[in-house]
T-cell receptor, first 116, second 118 residues
């Protein structure tokens, strides 16, 4: 079964604090893909990153970084020096090879509130 | 490119009414899909299509019909709306690629349709 768990429903931080959003996934497939999306208050979904299961290198993009650990089935997302504009709901998602290739499974999302 | 467009943006229906949510993309993407977003549940896949004439069910297909007669359009039909179908609906598209590691492409999402069924 495919499943994505985002245990943190809502997080509040003060601007400039670092914050990590957790994502734990379940899949029996050896080839799979992980994603993060951002949904700001305006409602649209913005793609942030895609990783495949054979690429465990961590990635940094400006203030954003991602830590992919197959040993713990986690794909965590860290925002460094958070800003008010980072306030949004963040979704982690999973897809995989074989019969699940065309199916996308989203976590329930983590709402991040960044206060000035 | 307009990307993925959805109409209408808002809709209110009465129980039992039918309607079609429209979705179109101008990126020549083979793959298109419909999701619903409910509070605390993330997005759930309703139906998807890998090309014209080919559709399949997702996680929550009951109460919804789809068809794909062209590459550009993928409408979602509610034949008899129920209050449980009150939700925000997103359409998405992407290049299908293959199941190879480097060819899984990102999905582009439309702006969403907020549907209320009374």
């Amino acid at each position: 079964a495919q499943k994505v768990t985002q245990a943190q429903t809502e997080i509040s931080v003060v601007e400039k604090e670092d914050v990590t959003l957790d994502c734990v996934y379940e899949t029996r497939d050896t080839t799979y893909y992980l994603f993060w999306y951002k949904q700001p208050p305006s409602g649209e979904l913005v793609f942030l990153i895609r990783r495949n299961s054979f690429d465990e290198q961590n990635e940094i993009s400006g203030r954003y970084s991602w830590n992919f650990q197959k040993s713990t089935s986690s794909f965590n997302f860290t925002i460094t020096a958070s800003q008010v504009v980072d306030s949004a709901v963040y979704f982690c998602a999973l897809s995989s090879s074989g019969s699940n290739f065309n199916k996308f499974y989203f976590g329930s999302g983590t709402k991040l509130n960044v206060k000035p | 490119n307009a990307g993925v467009t959805q109409t209408p943006k808002f809709q209110v229906l009465k129980t039992g009414q039918s309607m079609t949510l429209q979705c179109a993309q101008d990126m020549n993407h083979e793959y298109m899909s419909w999701y619903r977003q409910d509070p605390g549940m993330g997005l759930r896949l309703i139906h998807y299509s890998v090309g014209a004439g080919i559709t399949d069910q997702g996680e929550v297909p009951n109460g919804y019909n789809v068809s794909r007669s062209t590459t550009e359009d993928f409408p979602l039909r509610l034949l008899s709306a129920a209050p449980s179908q009150t939700s925000v609906y997103f359409c998405a598209s992407r290049l299908s690629g293959t199941s190879g590691l480097s060819s899984y492409n990102e999905q582009f999402f439309g702006p969403g349709t907020r549907l209320t069924v009374l």
